[in-house]
Every structure is written in structure tokens, then in C-alpha cells.
T-cell receptor, first 114, second 115 residues
Framework: NAGVMQNPRHLVRRRGQEARLRCSPM?????VYWYRQLPEEGLKFMVY????????ESGMPKERFSAEFPKEGPSILRIQQVVRGDSAAYFC????????????FGEGSWLTVV | GNSVTQMEGPVTLSEEAFLTINCTYT??????LFWYVQYPGEGLQLLLK?????DKGSNKGFEATYRKETTSFHLEKGSVQVSDSAVYFC??????????????FGKGTKLTVNP
């Protein structure tokens, strides 16, 4: 049973470009979370999704950031017009039932904006 | 609000030394508590957890006890190894929108164990 798969693992973008980060949850998991880890900081919740629904986006910046989890295919975190402050590690996690003690994390996608 | 405070690192120990990483929390209700470990360049791995007061989580020689009276969940290990070098995160669960639970993390404590 494969774990939570994220790609790309490392992404470099110039300021103003778009970044797309993908997350395939564990098999059988229909709940997906995205967290961001800024340098020297802990992880901060961004968004929680179920298939075709955004349930809680209270941690998402109001502009430039969006997330989706379509009926088919991976969840995608999209950052438009990236700025240097977006440089961070973005972690996806999945859960079968949306309970904290069933959350499994992926290995993360490291975004560097130059 | 809900928050987690960890002792600031970095922490440097010699092999076989005793480890304590302090963690205290503020929360409404009775959250579950977690310790996660992050090795260099990797994602987070769940190290141990406790779901109610006085529970002790343990794994790989690490342990932590959920202390409601002191709102603490300190991580301990009796004899650390070089391979324990990593960043350790304390976290608690909170109810989010839509009935789900999400995690609130501390800032992490970097541990380096020297041979």
C-alpha cells in the first residue's frame, strides 16, 4: 500500500510564475490536508478537502493560492504569481476519516522562488 | 486559542545521553497529542501519540505522558543514538470546519546527537 505521494519533490520557480503541487492520497483515503512549513517554523494548516469539496480553507492566503481535489486524479495546490515569501515546504496529508490520529503525511514538496 | 509551545533548540547531546524535549499546550476541550519526527530532507513521521489524560505514548524508546494538570506532553528517551538526530515536532488536534480534525504544531526542536 503506497503512502501519500507528492510531486514534484523539489520545484524552482521565478517570481511571477505559477507553481502546481500534486498529492495522491493513500489508497482508500478520501480526506486530504495541505500544510506549509516556512523555514525554521512548524507546519501550519492551509486547507482540508474531500473529493470535489473544499471543507476548510481557513489557513489559505486569500490571494494567489487555491486547492482542489477532483473526483479523479490527485489533489493540487496551485500558487499563482509566486513571490519569494512562498518559498517553503508544502506537505500533503491524507486520512480515511478526517480524524487527527489517522493522518499520514507525504514527504513534502520544496518550493524555491528565485 | 489552540497553540503548542516547545523548548527552543537546537539541542546537542552525546550518544547515550538522556533526552527531554518540553512541550506545553493551550487548547479548548481535550485534544489528542502527538510527537512527529522529521529527518533531514524528509517528511513528517508520527513518532507517538496519546489521546487522553494520563495516557503514555511510546515508540522506539521514546515516550511522552499526557499531563492534563500541567498541560504538557514532554518527550523523553533514556539513551539517544546518532540516528535520532532530527527535528521533533509536538502537535495537538483541533476540530476544524466540516467536522474534521486538523493538527496544530509547535515550531520544532532540532536534536543533534554526536558520537
Amino acid at each position: 500500500n503506497a503512502g501519500v505521494m507528492q510531486n514534484p519533490r523539489h520545484l524552482v520557480r521565478r517570481r511571477g510564475q505559477e507553481a502546481r503541487l500534486r498529492c495522491s492520497p493513500m489508497k482508500g483515503h478520501s480526506h486530504v490536508y495541505w500544510y506549509r512549513q516556512l523555514p525554521e517554523e512548524g507546519l501550519k494548516f492551509m486547507v482540508y478537502l474531500q473529493k470535489e469539496n473544499i471543507i476548510d480553507e481557513s489557513g489559505m492566503p486569500k490571494e494567489r493560492f487555491s486547492a482542489e481535489f477532483p473526483k479523479e486524479g490527485p489533489s493540487i495546490l496551485r500558487i499563482q504569481q509566486v513571490v519569494r515569501g512562498d518559498s517553503a515546504a508544502y506537505f500533503c496529508a491524507s486520512s480515511p476519516i478526517g480524524e487527527a490520529n489517522t493522518i499520514y503525511f507525504g514527504e513534502g514538496s520544496w518550493l524555491t522562488v528565485v | 486559542g489552540n497553540s503548542v509551545t516547545q523548548m527552543e533548540g537546537p539541542v546537542t547531546l552525546s550518544e547515550e545521553a538522556f533526552l527531554t524535549i518540553n512541550c506545553t499546550y493551550t487548547a479548548t476541550g481535550y485534544p489528542s497529542l502527538f510527537w512527529y519526527v522529521q529527518y533531514p530532507g524528509e517528511g513528517l513521521q508520527l513518532l507517538l501519540k496519546a489521546t487522553k489524560a494520563d495516557d503514555k505514548g511510546s515508540n522506539k524508546g521514546f515516550e511522552a505522558t499526557y499531563r492534563k494538570e500541567t498541560t504538557s506532553f514532554h518527550l523523553e528517551k533514556g539513551s539517544v543514538q546518532v540516528s535520532d538526530s532530527a527535528v521533533y515536532f509536538c502537535a495537538l488536534s483541533v476540530k476544524g470546519r466540516g467536522g474534521s480534525e486538523k493538527l496544530v504544531f509547535g515550531k520544532g526542536t532540532k536534536l543533534t546527537v554526536n558520537p
